[in-house]
Nanobody, 125 residues
Framework: QVQLVESGGGLVQAGGSLRLSCAAS????????MGWFRQAPVKEREFVAA????????DYADSVKGRFTISRDNAKNTVYLQMNSLKPEDTAVYYC??????????????????WGQGTQVTVSS
């Protein structure tokens, strides 16, 4: 079993920055591919970013590429999402997810086995 706890969400003005953290416990974190997803009201959950178990490979949705950066610190069992140049359309609940079966993170939510409870990000215009 793996527990994931997100933090770092909040209210920010457009153009601002936030850094989300996701702390993992319960199993060997360094063996997991990790991903960030988000879900806005009345919308489906969508892929944001993913990172391989080693941190050497990353993937981003086109909508956040160049503005968001995913990273991980395996010594701290934590994955991060640095979000810069935030836009009102980035407003959503952000979730981190863990996939213990693959080395590289997927864009498909269904492939992730463990999920955090989510953290709200609100970007005002």
């Amino acid at each position: 079993q793996v527990q994931l706890v997100e933090s770092g969400g909040g209210l920010v003005q457009a153009g601002g920055s936030l850094r989300l953290s996701c702390a993992a416990s319960g199993r060997t974190f360094s063996n997991f591919a990790m991903g960030w997803f988000r879900q806005a009201p009345v919308k489906e959950r969508e892929f944001v970013a993913a990172i391989s178990w080693s941190g050497g490979s990353t993937d981003y949705a086109d909508s956040v590429k160049g503005r968001f950066t995913i990273s991980r610190d395996n010594a701290k069992n934590t994955v991060y999402l640095q979000m810069n140049s935030l836009k009102p359309e980035d407003t959503a609940v952000y979730y981190c997810a863990a996939d213990p079966s693959k080395a590289y993170g997927s864009r498909r939510a269904a492939e992730y086995l463990y999920w955090g409870q989510g953290t709200q990000v609100t970007v005002s215009s």
